[in-house]
Protein backbone atom coordinates (compact mmCIF):
# COMPACT_ATOMS: atom_id res chain seq x y z
CA UNK A 1 0.00 0.00 0.00
CA UNK A 2 1.13 3.43 -0.66
CA UNK A 3 2.53 5.10 2.07
CA UNK A 4 2.66 2.67 4.69
CA UNK A 5 5.83 3.14 6.12
CA UNK A 6 5.30 6.70 6.56
CA UNK A 7 2.02 6.14 7.80
CA UNK A 8 2.96 3.37 10.21
CA UNK A 9 5.89 5.86 11.63
CA UNK A 10 3.56 9.14 12.16
CA UNK A 11 0.65 7.27 13.35
CA UNK A 12 2.93 5.82 16.49
CA UNK A 13 4.79 9.20 16.95
CA UNK A 14 1.83 10.62 17.58
CA UNK A 15 0.36 7.92 19.08
CA UNK A 16 2.44 8.64 21.97
CA UNK A 17 0.88 12.20 22.29
CA UNK A 18 -2.57 11.12 22.41
CA UNK A 19 -3.20 10.31 26.16
CA UNK A 20 -1.29 13.22 26.85
CA UNK A 21 -2.45 15.91 29.78
CA UNK A 22 0.12 18.05 29.10
CA UNK A 23 2.57 18.59 26.21
CA UNK A 24 6.23 19.47 27.02
CA UNK A 25 8.43 21.31 24.72
CA UNK A 26 10.28 17.92 24.98
CA UNK A 27 7.91 15.96 24.03
CA UNK A 28 6.95 18.50 21.10
CA UNK A 29 11.04 18.25 20.17
CA UNK A 30 11.00 14.29 20.33
CA UNK A 31 7.60 14.27 18.28
CA UNK A 32 9.23 16.60 15.45
CA UNK A 33 12.58 14.93 15.25
CA UNK A 34 10.54 11.62 14.54
CA UNK A 35 8.22 13.37 12.07
CA UNK A 36 11.40 14.73 10.00
CA UNK A 37 12.75 11.27 10.30
CA UNK A 38 9.66 9.57 8.91
CA UNK A 39 9.16 11.99 5.86
CA UNK A 40 12.81 11.84 5.32
CA UNK A 41 12.63 8.28 4.84
CA UNK A 42 9.61 8.48 2.92
CA UNK A 43 11.94 10.60 0.30
CA UNK A 44 10.12 14.49 0.70
CA UNK A 45 12.41 16.59 0.00
CA UNK A 46 14.78 18.02 2.62
CA UNK A 47 13.73 21.59 2.32
CA UNK A 48 10.08 20.56 2.67
CA UNK A 49 10.89 18.54 5.60
CA UNK A 50 12.88 21.76 7.44
CA UNK A 51 9.60 24.21 6.58
CA UNK A 52 7.16 21.70 7.64
CA UNK A 53 8.79 20.34 10.99
CA UNK A 54 9.34 24.03 12.09
CA UNK A 55 5.83 24.88 11.61
CA UNK A 56 4.84 21.70 13.30
CA UNK A 57 7.34 22.87 16.22
CA UNK A 58 6.22 26.43 16.35
CA UNK A 59 2.37 26.00 16.43
CA UNK A 60 2.44 23.21 18.64
CA UNK A 61 4.65 24.89 21.49
CA UNK A 62 2.43 27.83 20.84
CA UNK A 63 -0.39 28.80 23.14
CA UNK A 64 -2.86 26.78 20.78
CA UNK A 65 -1.27 23.16 22.65
CA UNK A 66 0.11 24.24 25.87
CA UNK A 67 -3.58 25.59 27.04
CA UNK A 68 -5.69 23.15 25.50
CA UNK A 69 -7.59 20.45 27.09
CA UNK A 70 -6.18 17.77 25.12
CA UNK A 71 -2.74 18.89 24.16
CA UNK A 72 -1.68 15.19 22.57
CA UNK A 73 -4.90 15.68 20.15
CA UNK A 74 -4.14 19.13 19.28
CA UNK A 75 -0.66 17.96 17.78
CA UNK A 76 -2.40 15.26 15.67
CA UNK A 77 -4.82 18.11 14.62
CA UNK A 78 -1.66 20.11 13.93
CA UNK A 79 -0.19 17.57 11.81
CA UNK A 80 -3.15 16.78 9.86
CA UNK A 81 -3.76 20.45 9.40
CA UNK A 82 -0.30 21.44 7.67
CA UNK A 83 0.29 18.20 5.82
CA UNK A 84 -3.05 19.10 4.37
CA UNK A 85 -1.84 22.54 3.11
CA UNK A 86 2.19 20.85 2.28
CA UNK A 87 -0.08 18.89 0.04
CA UNK A 88 -1.86 22.16 -1.30
CA UNK A 89 -4.94 22.86 1.06
CA UNK A 90 -8.43 23.18 -1.13
CA UNK A 91 -9.02 20.75 -3.79
CA UNK A 92 -8.04 22.55 -7.41
CA UNK A 93 -11.05 22.59 -9.98
CA UNK A 94 -10.18 21.73 -13.91
CA UNK A 95 -10.88 24.86 -16.13
CA UNK A 96 -13.65 25.40 -18.26
CA UNK A 97 -12.67 27.77 -21.46
CA UNK A 98 -15.69 30.76 -22.02
CA UNK A 99 -14.93 29.69 -25.66
CA UNK A 100 -15.17 25.82 -26.13
CA UNK A 101 -12.96 23.96 -26.65
CA UNK A 102 -11.18 23.98 -23.22
CA UNK A 103 -7.43 22.57 -24.06
CA UNK A 104 -5.73 20.66 -22.03
CA UNK A 105 -2.29 19.32 -22.88
CA UNK A 106 -0.43 16.54 -21.36
CA UNK A 107 3.02 16.07 -20.79
CA UNK A 108 5.50 14.06 -18.83
CA UNK A 109 7.85 11.31 -19.84
CA UNK A 110 7.65 8.18 -21.37
CA UNK A 111 6.18 5.28 -18.86
CA UNK A 112 4.36 8.24 -16.15
CA UNK A 113 1.33 7.40 -17.66
CA UNK A 114 0.43 9.91 -20.08
CA UNK A 115 -1.45 7.62 -22.43
CA UNK A 116 -3.45 6.42 -20.40
CA UNK A 117 -4.16 8.81 -18.04
CA UNK A 118 -5.22 10.84 -21.00
CA UNK A 119 -8.05 8.51 -21.70
CA UNK A 120 -8.70 8.59 -18.05
CA UNK A 121 -9.17 12.16 -17.68
CA UNK A 122 -11.93 11.87 -20.90
CA UNK A 123 -13.95 9.09 -19.20
CA UNK A 124 -14.03 10.89 -16.43
CA UNK A 125 -15.11 14.30 -17.79
CA UNK A 126 -17.51 12.41 -19.44
CA UNK A 127 -19.02 10.28 -16.67
CA UNK A 128 -18.56 12.63 -13.78
CA UNK A 129 -19.02 16.12 -15.71
CA UNK A 130 -21.38 15.05 -18.73
CA UNK A 131 -18.41 16.60 -21.16
CA UNK A 132 -17.84 15.73 -24.63
CA UNK A 133 -14.29 15.07 -24.86
CA UNK A 134 -11.89 14.72 -28.26
CA UNK A 135 -8.57 12.64 -27.28
CA UNK A 136 -5.60 13.39 -29.68
CA UNK A 137 -2.87 11.53 -30.70
CA UNK A 138 0.52 14.00 -30.75
CA UNK A 139 2.92 11.35 -30.12
CA UNK A 140 3.88 10.98 -33.37
CA UNK A 141 7.46 9.52 -33.04
CA UNK A 142 6.24 6.19 -31.92
CA UNK A 143 3.39 4.41 -33.72
CA UNK A 144 2.79 2.21 -30.79
CA UNK A 145 1.68 5.79 -28.92
CA UNK A 146 -0.64 6.53 -31.48
CA UNK A 147 -2.35 3.07 -31.88
CA UNK A 148 -2.40 2.70 -27.74
CA UNK A 149 -4.23 5.84 -27.79
CA UNK A 150 -6.88 4.81 -30.71
CA UNK A 151 -7.27 1.08 -28.43
CA UNK A 152 -7.84 3.54 -25.51
CA UNK A 153 -10.68 5.64 -27.03
CA UNK A 154 -12.35 2.54 -28.69
CA UNK A 155 -12.18 1.14 -25.47
CA UNK A 156 -14.32 4.00 -23.68
CA UNK A 157 -16.19 5.00 -26.84
CA UNK A 158 -14.29 8.56 -26.67
CA UNK A 159 -13.42 9.74 -30.28
CA UNK A 160 -9.45 10.28 -30.89
CA UNK A 161 -7.73 12.72 -33.94
CA UNK A 162 -5.11 11.11 -35.19
CA UNK A 163 -3.54 11.53 -38.30
CA UNK A 164 -0.97 9.09 -37.87
CA UNK A 165 2.98 9.40 -37.71
CA UNK A 166 4.02 11.78 -40.54
CA UNK A 167 2.52 14.62 -39.35
CA UNK A 168 3.86 17.36 -37.63
CA UNK A 169 2.04 17.09 -33.52
CA UNK A 170 1.60 20.75 -33.89
CA UNK A 171 -0.35 20.79 -37.23
CA UNK A 172 -2.41 18.09 -35.55
CA UNK A 173 -3.32 19.49 -32.31
CA UNK A 174 -4.54 22.96 -34.19
CA UNK A 175 -6.64 20.36 -36.99
CA UNK A 176 -7.99 18.55 -33.84
CA UNK A 177 -9.06 21.81 -31.91
CA UNK A 178 -10.79 22.76 -35.35
CA UNK A 179 -12.42 19.61 -35.53
CA UNK A 180 -14.03 19.53 -32.04
CA UNK A 181 -15.17 23.13 -32.52
CA UNK A 182 -16.96 21.27 -35.73
CA UNK A 183 -18.30 18.90 -33.85
CA UNK A 184 -19.13 20.91 -30.52
CA UNK A 185 -16.89 18.87 -28.59
CA UNK A 186 -16.13 20.86 -25.46
CA UNK A 187 -12.96 19.43 -24.24
CA UNK A 188 -9.77 18.58 -26.24
CA UNK A 189 -7.18 16.30 -24.52
CA UNK A 190 -3.73 16.26 -26.44
CA UNK A 191 -1.68 13.40 -25.84
CA UNK A 192 1.96 14.97 -26.66
CA UNK A 193 5.19 12.85 -27.26
CA UNK A 194 7.00 11.73 -24.05
CA UNK A 195 10.96 10.76 -23.57
CA UNK A 196 12.98 8.43 -21.10
CA UNK A 197 14.82 11.48 -19.99
CA UNK A 198 14.09 15.29 -20.08
CA UNK A 199 15.75 16.70 -23.48
CA UNK A 200 16.01 20.04 -25.16
CA UNK A 201 14.12 18.53 -28.57
CA UNK A 202 11.24 17.21 -26.30
CA UNK A 203 10.90 21.13 -24.82
CA UNK A 204 11.11 22.86 -27.60
CA UNK A 205 8.50 21.01 -29.56
CA UNK A 206 6.24 21.04 -26.41
CA UNK A 207 7.25 25.00 -25.84
CA UNK A 208 5.80 24.95 -29.70
CA UNK A 209 2.27 22.88 -28.98
CA UNK A 210 2.04 25.75 -26.05
CA UNK A 211 2.56 28.41 -28.01
CA UNK A 212 0.28 27.47 -31.31
CA UNK A 213 -2.60 25.86 -29.32
CA UNK A 214 -2.33 28.40 -26.35
CA UNK A 215 -3.70 25.39 -24.03
CA UNK A 216 -6.32 26.07 -20.93
CA UNK A 217 -4.32 23.70 -18.97
CA UNK A 218 -1.05 22.03 -19.37
CA UNK A 219 -1.05 18.41 -16.82
CA UNK A 220 2.33 17.08 -16.32
CA UNK A 221 1.76 13.69 -15.67
CA UNK A 222 4.31 11.94 -13.15
CA UNK A 223 5.00 8.95 -12.00
CA UNK A 224 4.47 8.87 -8.03
CA UNK A 225 7.02 5.58 -7.65
CA UNK A 226 10.02 7.87 -8.69
CA UNK A 227 9.67 9.77 -5.59
CA UNK A 228 12.48 12.66 -5.62
CA UNK A 229 12.86 11.87 -9.55
CA UNK A 230 9.54 12.85 -10.10
CA UNK A 231 10.07 16.62 -8.13
CA UNK A 232 12.96 17.30 -10.68
CA UNK A 233 11.01 16.28 -13.22
CA UNK A 234 8.33 18.07 -12.08
CA UNK A 235 10.70 21.49 -11.97
CA UNK A 236 12.20 21.36 -15.28
CA UNK A 237 8.59 20.92 -16.97
CA UNK A 238 7.56 23.76 -15.05
CA UNK A 239 9.98 26.09 -15.27
CA UNK A 240 9.84 25.59 -19.04
CA UNK A 241 6.18 25.47 -19.60
CA UNK A 242 4.85 26.66 -16.56
CA UNK A 243 2.31 23.87 -16.15
CA UNK A 244 -1.11 24.39 -14.37
CA UNK A 245 -1.16 21.20 -12.41
CA UNK A 246 0.06 17.67 -11.85
CA UNK A 247 -1.37 14.34 -11.98
CA UNK A 248 0.43 11.92 -10.16
CA UNK A 249 0.03 8.42 -11.18
CA UNK A 250 0.72 4.77 -9.78
CA UNK A 251 -0.44 6.06 -6.12
CA UNK A 252 -2.08 2.67 -5.75
CA UNK A 253 1.50 1.01 -5.95
CA UNK A 254 3.89 1.08 -3.30
CA UNK A 255 5.02 4.35 -3.32
CA UNK A 256 6.56 5.89 -0.09
CA UNK A 257 4.71 9.17 -0.83
CA UNK A 258 7.73 11.65 -1.28
CA UNK A 259 6.62 13.22 -4.66
CA UNK A 260 2.88 13.65 -3.16
CA UNK A 261 4.30 15.77 -0.25
CA UNK A 262 6.94 17.27 -1.96
CA UNK A 263 5.28 18.18 -5.33
CA UNK A 264 3.37 21.44 -4.30
CA UNK A 265 5.56 22.91 -2.15
CA UNK A 266 8.58 22.68 -4.73
CA UNK A 267 6.62 23.81 -7.45
CA UNK A 268 4.00 25.72 -5.94
CA UNK A 269 1.50 23.98 -8.89
CA UNK A 270 -1.21 22.00 -7.44
CA UNK A 271 -1.85 17.90 -7.92
CA UNK A 272 -5.07 17.87 -9.21
CA UNK A 273 -5.11 14.24 -10.09
CA UNK A 274 -4.26 10.56 -8.88
CA UNK A 275 -4.21 7.54 -10.67
CA UNK A 276 -5.17 4.94 -8.74
CA UNK A 277 -4.68 1.53 -11.18
CA UNK A 278 -4.44 0.55 -14.44
CA UNK A 279 -7.78 0.43 -15.53
CA UNK A 280 -9.24 3.60 -17.31
CA UNK A 281 -11.66 4.41 -14.30
CA UNK A 282 -9.35 4.31 -11.96
CA UNK A 283 -8.20 7.88 -11.65
CA UNK A 284 -9.52 10.44 -8.74
CA UNK A 285 -9.48 13.82 -8.09
CA UNK A 286 -6.97 14.94 -5.86
CA UNK A 287 -8.36 15.85 -2.09
CA UNK A 288 -5.26 16.98 0.19
CA UNK A 289 -7.43 16.77 3.15
CA UNK A 290 -8.73 12.93 2.30
CA UNK A 291 -4.64 12.10 1.47
CA UNK A 292 -3.62 13.65 5.09
CA UNK A 293 -5.79 11.28 6.53
CA UNK A 294 -5.26 8.38 5.14
CA UNK A 295 -1.46 8.57 5.47
CA UNK A 296 -2.36 9.52 9.43
CA UNK A 297 -5.17 7.03 9.79
P1 LIG B 1 3.11 6.99 -21.24
O1 LIG B 1 4.35 6.43 -21.88
O2 LIG B 1 3.45 8.10 -20.31
O3 LIG B 1 2.03 7.34 -22.20
O4 LIG B 1 2.58 5.82 -20.26
P2 LIG B 1 1.37 4.81 -20.41
O5 LIG B 1 0.08 5.49 -20.36
O6 LIG B 1 1.64 3.90 -21.56
O7 LIG B 1 1.52 4.00 -19.05
C1 LIG B 1 2.68 3.26 -18.70
C2 LIG B 1 2.28 2.09 -17.80
O8 LIG B 1 1.83 2.59 -16.55
C3 LIG B 1 1.12 1.28 -18.35
O9 LIG B 1 1.38 -0.08 -18.12
C4 LIG B 1 -0.09 1.76 -17.55
O10 LIG B 1 -1.08 0.78 -17.44
C5 LIG B 1 0.56 2.06 -16.22
N1 LIG B 1 -0.20 3.04 -15.43
C6 LIG B 1 -0.60 4.29 -15.78
N2 LIG B 1 -1.23 4.89 -14.76
C7 LIG B 1 -1.26 4.01 -13.72
C8 LIG B 1 -1.76 4.06 -12.37
O11 LIG B 1 -2.33 5.05 -11.89
N3 LIG B 1 -1.58 2.93 -11.62
C9 LIG B 1 -0.92 1.83 -12.11
N4 LIG B 1 -0.79 0.78 -11.29
N5 LIG B 1 -0.43 1.77 -13.35
C10 LIG B 1 -0.58 2.84 -14.15
Do not use: W
Request: charged share 30%; glycine share 8%.
Amino acid sequence: MAFEGLADRLQSTIKKMTGKGKVSEQDVKEMAREVRLALLEADVNFKVVKDFVKKIKERAVGTEVMESLTPGQQVIKIVKEELTALMGGEQSKIAVSERPPTVIMMVGLQGAGKTTTSGKLANLLRKKHNRKPLLVACDVYRPAAVDQLETVGKQLGIPVFSQGTEKNPVDIAKEAIEHAKAEHLDYVIVDTAGRLHVDENLMGELTQIKADINPDEIFLVVDAMTGQDAVNVAETFDSTLDITGVVLTKLDGDTRGGAALSIRAVTHKPIKFAGMGEKLDELEAFHPERMASRILG
